[in-house]
């Protein structure tokens, strides 16, 4: 029987952040997240199949980000097997809270984008209490009240800002793959993106 590894509870924060980064690339994480940004290439098919196969792919990746969250949550170490099922209607909410947050950003991006300005601190600040209580308690209505949101914040303090500074940083990067894309053919923008 395989060996399941574990995180002690009593692990540093510096450690788990540390080795957290790596997780992607460790068990079934590298393998899923390759073929997820292969799937994209679906986007190629015509017209409003594309655009329905690219919108599939995103809810299949927050589907995955879900049970890997899940997962962690419950202690493991490494990324959960495809398949697993370690989330069930919660990973769906989530899926589906991070495809509003992503069509709340885009609308406002193309129909008033003053509003970005309020718009983003919001979702930056409150997607990772968000994302906490989902993992932990499971209940759609207690992760969208803002109370749980500032009851998450003040519960970790300081180190709150850490998944606020990550999720900052794939903003970024996100910024930074749409502008550069253009300069790429499309075929190879696509999965690097």
Do not use: K
């Amino acid at each position: 029987m395989p060996r399941v590894e574990t995180v002690a509870a009593d692990t540093p924060f510096g450690e788990r952040l540390a080795a957290g980064f790596g997780y992607p690339l460790r068990g079934a994480g590298l393998a899923t997240c390759t073929a997820l940004a292969l799937a994209h290439y679906a986007s190629f098919l015509p017209a409003i199949i594309g655009l329905l196969a690219n919108l599939l792919v995103w809810a299949a990746t927050w589907r995955y980000a879900a049970d890997c969250m899940q997962h962690t949550a419950n202690g493991y170490a490494n990324p959960p097997d495809v398949g697993v099922d370690e989330a069930g209607a919660t990973g769906w909410a989530l899926a589906l809270i991070h495809l509003v947050a992503g069509a709340l950003f885009v609308t406002c991006a193309g129909f008033a984008p003053s509003m970005l300005w309020l718009l983003v601190p919001v979702l930056v600040l409150a997607l990772p209490a968000i994302d906490m209580s989902l993992a932990f308690d499971g209940n759609t209505l207690l992760a969208l009240n803002p109370a749980t949101w500032v009851r998450i914040a003040l519960g970790f303090g300081g180190a709150y800002l850490v998944p606020v500074a990550i999720n900052l940083l794939l903003g970024a990067l996100i910024a930074l793959a749409t502008a550069t894309s253009s300069l790429l053919p499309r075929f190879l923008a696509l999965p690097l993106f």
